[in-house]
């Protein structure tokens, strides 16, 4: 793979002195799943089962914590809320963003760069500090307590990084794929929606990764906006559960290992697009 | 003449379906991020009664914000958020850099460590935190394993212990984003030519030489992306904070941040003193949006003018 690999002496000393690089990667991994071991296996343990037996696995594959984390600690509710919101602002993002993207990536405006420029500057743009005004905002709309509000503004915070990657991709695109739609009479939204996004593929599978990790994973929002239990994500109730159910480790860690199974999925199907992505330019938060 | 009518006809259609285009994304944009932030800045030049904005205060909220009793909290939590910065270079894109450098050696494995570093910057910094606040706590498995390895006798308690419970967070949040360094830094070294590395050793430059004198140069816009990234999310810093220690950054506000300090003062803190304070709360969100601001624009230019082309 990288050039210094290839032409190195002898197999065997070239082995040894790699040993100490392999130690040391050897003890972050260890670092890094130990913990998530630890998390799995209490799952199925009762509180008195951790504190007798930390390390080994447990007596039985009991789902006991995860039935009372879902229904009596209500984590059900939470993450269909969770979810819905996702989607929701996933959706709605990748819409509005491409919609923007298009005209601004391949018309001749005579403003492209300014419009650009303006949605660009939300990507630094410190959102959480608007959080009084956004509040006034969102009760003078009604849309406090309410996951629509939450996918709004969401989508709101999401839009900047999503046009910017959509124009990217869609400013290289020949200038003959519109324009021979057009003769042949096609809407600038059928252009878009079926000749042009299907070209883009790998911009929608970004900002659909990356918005979605981003929105699953909020917790500052769901705090100021959702107060009734029923409109809590799953970051939120976690929070609550931390303290709440501070005895009862099994529900904790069984809550934990829940809210993650989402994203765990998503990162064994995808585990390669993501790494690049983020390689390629950073894209998270 | 018939061609010129068209194209200006398709010109000014394009006119009207950009804008119509646009119009949803800019209109979401600009109602819950652009005007909150610029309400929020200007507000902060007044005083509030609550929710309602009373009467123009010039620059009294910002005075207010430096002395007593508002600023020992400021100063605490501007040190503490400089203090996680810095941790954060080192710790994190530090370390980072070495884990790179390694993995980029190996011909080997590369893409399975890098999936497991990256892994837990996937999880919400919520969960990241809980989970260690369990096992860090009281009773917990860290506890145990210490007390079982003659490392540490008794109870432990450092997220009580207010002189290392910031150094855990750190610690907590630099476990939490370890994959990011890594893979933007193995992203830039395979950009480099491998012809480069080959030069330098005929030249017989060791691993180490390599590494700090010939490919770290050339890592400038990787170390530019990841340190202005780590400025942000270090001064944006809360949800770690508000899920291990609590919104006051116990203890005794060992673990403040701007942030939780602009929660306690917009939305009032729980349990203790439930009273906001909206004219000083904005006056810290202005003061926060101009060190960020500044702060970034500074490091982008400063990496920029240190990449070195080749």
């Known amino acids: ?285 | 003449m018939t061609t010129l009518r068209r194209r200006s006809s398709l010109r000014s259609t394009q006119q009207r379906m950009a804008v119509l285009f646009i119009l949803p994304a800019l209109a979401v944009y600009a109602l819950f991020v652009l005007y909150p932030l610029a309400m929020s800045l200007w507000g902060s030049f007044f005083i509030w009664k609550g929710l309602r904005m009373v009467e123009f205060a010039g620059l009294s909220n910002f005075s207010r914000l430096f002395v007593f009793p508002s600023g020992a909290r400021l100063y605490g939590a501007l040190w503490h958020n400089t203090a996680w910065f810095f941790g954060i270079m080192v710790f994190q894109n530090g370390i980072g850099l070495l884990f790179a450098w390694l993995l980029f050696l190996r011909d080997k494995g590369a893409a399975f460590f890098q999936s497991v570093f990256f892994f837990p910057a996937m999880l919400s910094p919520v969960i990241v935190g809980a989970l260690w606040r369990l096992l860090l706590a009281p009773g917990g498995v860290i506890e145990w394993a210490l007390n079982g390895l003659g490392l540490h006798q008794g109870s432990l308690t450092v997220l009580g212990n207010s002189h290392i419970a910031l150094a855990t967070l750190i610690a907590v949040d630099a476990w939490n984003w370890m994959g990011l360094p890594v893979l933007i830094y193995t992203a830039g070294l395979r950009q480099i030519s491998g012809q480069i590395f080959e030069a330098a050793k005929l030249d017989g430059a060791g691993s180490a030489r390599m590494l700090f004198s010939v490919a770290l140069p050339l890592l400038m816009p990787a170390l530019g992306t990841l340190t202005t990234l780590s400025f942000i999310n270090t001064f944006n810093q809360f949800d770690i904070v508000y899920v291990m220690q609590g919104v006051q950054g116990n203890p005794s506000y060992s673990t403040d941040t701007l942030v939780t300090y602009f929660y306690r003062l917009a939305f009032g803190a729980e349990g203790a003193v439930g009273i906001t304070d909206i004219g000083l709360a904005l006056a810290l969100g202005t003061m926060l949006f101009l060190i960020l601001g500044t702060g970034t624009l500074m490091m982008l230019r400063f990496f920029d003018r240190r990449t070195v082309q080749l």
């Open chain 1, 1 to 285: 793979m990288s050039a210094l690999a290839i032409s190195q002496g002898p197999a065997l000393s070239r082995q040894l002195a790699r040993l100490p690089g392999w130690a040391v990667l050897s003890v972050w991994t260890a670092a890094v799943l130990l913990p998530l071991y630890i998390l799995v296996v209490s799952c199925f343990k009762t509180t008195a089962e951790i504190y007798d037996n930390r390390l080994g696995l447990p007596q039985s594959f009991a789902f006991d914590n995860f039935v009372s984390a879902w229904t009596r600690a209500n984590l059900g509710q939470n993450f269909v809320n969770s979810l819905i919101v996702t989607g929701g602002a996933v959706i709605l993002t990748i819409v509005v963003s491409a919609m923007a993207a298009y005209p601004l990536s391949r018309y001749k405006l005579g403003w492209n760069a300014i419009m650009l420029g303006l949605f660009l500057s939300g990507i630094m743009l410190p959102i959480r500090l608007a959080s009084v005004e956004l509040f006034t905002l969102m009760r003078n709309l009604g849309l406090l307590d309410s996951l629509t509000g939450l996918i709004l503004v969401y989508s709101a915070i999401r839009i900047p990084f999503a046009v910017f990657i959509f124009a990217n991709f869609m400013r290289v695109l020949p200038s003959e794929l519109d324009e021979a739609a057009r003769m042949d009479g096609a809407g600038e939204a059928r252009i878009l929606f079926q000749i042009i996004l299907p070209m883009v593929k790998p911009a929608v599978s970004i900002v659909a990764i990356f918005t979605a990790i981003a929105v699953w994973n909020d917790f500052f929002f769901p705090l100021i906006f959702i107060f009734d239990d029923r409109y809590k994500t799953v970051p939120l109730a976690i929070s609550v559960f931390v303290g709440q159910f501070r005895t009862d480790w099994g529900l904790v860690f069984a809550s934990l290992a829940i809210s993650m199974a989402p994203i765990l999925i998503m990162y064994c199907l995808l585990a390669r697009q993501i790494r690049e992505g983020v390689g390629a330019g950073g894209g998270m938060k």
